[in-house]
């Protein structure tokens, strides 16, 4: 997951008008999404890196560059408090169950939270996880997390394996159930997103091809460890996709 949208607990401080805050209108959201659902009200956060991205975006006119508005507000705010609530909710994140999960967001982010980031990373029922969180440009420090099995470990993992036999070590198996393989691909890979200072937009945003590189190398590791080696076979074309030449 790259930058999910998990919390929103700092877009509900922000202003609306003077002392008025989003986290003020929650109650009367379903109202306001009622009465006038398509009134832009709350305000994006503007990007702090890649201007010049943000500049072409917002002059094509093909995009909406205004601010959200109200019904898509409101059910934003819905899906992430039901995201938050306690185990045995319809939408808690203990639901988000996979082998394995990646993780990657700028710690900098202000449009989409890391710490929805870090809330998903420790609930979700995954055997696998890894959690990157990318340095921003104002200082923000980067950190790794994985578990696997419910073991938390800071950091990407161990860095090579044991091998039993030589120099008199002997293998804990650790090695074998780790999130990560020990001085794997994807470890490196991972490892190379350290220090690239970034927003929001991690795959549009400058180092955004290391960020794909290591997505590659993380799904290539797990479909290897899930015994998915051969890509599925893709379905024959259908008479209208023969025709066209498609």
């Known amino acids: 997951m ?4 998990v919390s929103l607990a700092k877009v ?6 003077g002392p008025i805050k989003n986290k003020h209108l929650a109650p009367i959201g379903g109202l306001l999404a009622w009465l006038m659902p398509t009134l832009p009200l709350i ?18 006119n093909t995009n909406y ?19 938050l609530r306690p185990e045995g909710t319809k ?13 990657l967001h700028a710690n900098a982010d202000t449009m989409t939270e890391p710490a929805g980031s870090s809330e998903l990373f420790l609930r979700a029922s995954c055997e696998r996880k890894t959690l990157v969180l990318i340095s921003g440009p104002d200082g923000q420090p980067g950190a790794c997390r994985t ?20 120099s008199g070590k002997q293998c804990t198996g650790v090695c074998q159930s780790a999130a990560l393989k ?34 590659a190398e993380w799904i290539s590791e797990e479909a290897a460890r899930l015994g998915v080696v051969d890509p599925p ?14």
């Not at 939408?91 to 993780?103: D, F, I, K, Q, Y």
């Open 182 to 215: 020990p001085g794997g691909h994807a470890m490196t890979a991972l490892e190379s997103l350290h220090g690239l200072n970034m927003w929001h937009s991690i795959t549009t945003e400058p180092g955004c091809q290391k960020v794909s590189i290591a997505v």
């Open 65 to 83: 560059t205004g601010s959200v508005r109200v019904r898509v507000a409101y059910h934003f705010d819905r899906v992430c408090r039901g995201f």
């Open 2 to 5: 790259l930058a999910p949208m």
């Open 147 to 166: 578990m696997a099995n419910g073991v938390l470990t800071e950091g990407l993992g161990m860095k090579t394996a044991c091998e039993p036999g030589k």
């Open 233 to 246: 076979k893709r379905p024959p074309k259908s008479p209208v996709r023969r025709a066209s030449g498609v």
């Open 12 to 17: 509900a401080e922000k202003s609306v008008a």
């Open 43 to 60: 305000k994006k956060s503007e990007s702090v890196l890649a201007q010049q991205l943000d500049a072409e975006f917002r002059s094509d």
């Open 91 to 103: 939408l808690a994140l203990e639901r988000v169950a996979a082998p394995a999960m990646l993780a």
